[in-house]
């Protein structure tokens, strides 16, 4: 279950979600294996930034237009947003805690 504090988008509030400041976003699916081991990394970096910075996923089986939007080919994709624009991209589940939260939080 995800964490609180990690917002639930879909294609019909992407775009309002993620319009003003820093927003982290996964992209991901349930039947993804990847995605399922990094949602407790995507759930503590959202305790880590609070206040500073959003995070949220979009279930790309639900919220295909936004992934097709973005060019998203693979999951997990991390993309962070700056005023509705990409500002960094990370494929895989390789992430570190402390890396993404750096890289989130030099956007904010």
């Keep these: 279950m995800a964490s609180e504090k990690v917002l639930v988008l879909d ?15 996964d992209f991901w699916a349930p039947w993804c294996g990847p995605c399922r081991m990094i949602a407790p990394l995507i759930d503590k970096v959202a305790e880590r930034v609070q206040g ?37 991209r990370l494929v895989g589940a390789s992430q570190r805690e402390n ?3 750096d890289k989130l939080l030099k956007h904010a």
Excluded at 11 to 25: H, I, K, P, Q, Y
Excluded at 61 to 83: C, H, R
């Design 11 to 25: 294609d019909s509030n992407f775009t309002s979600t993620v319009a003003t400041g820093v927003t982290l976003v």
């Design 52 to 88: 500073k910075a959003k995070v949220a996923k979009i279930n790309t089986d639900e919220g295909q237009d936004s992934a097709m939007q973005y060019g998203v080919q693979s999951i997990p994709t991390l993309i962070i947003f700056k005023d509705g624009k990409e500002v960094e």
């Design 99 to 101: 890396d993404l939260v």
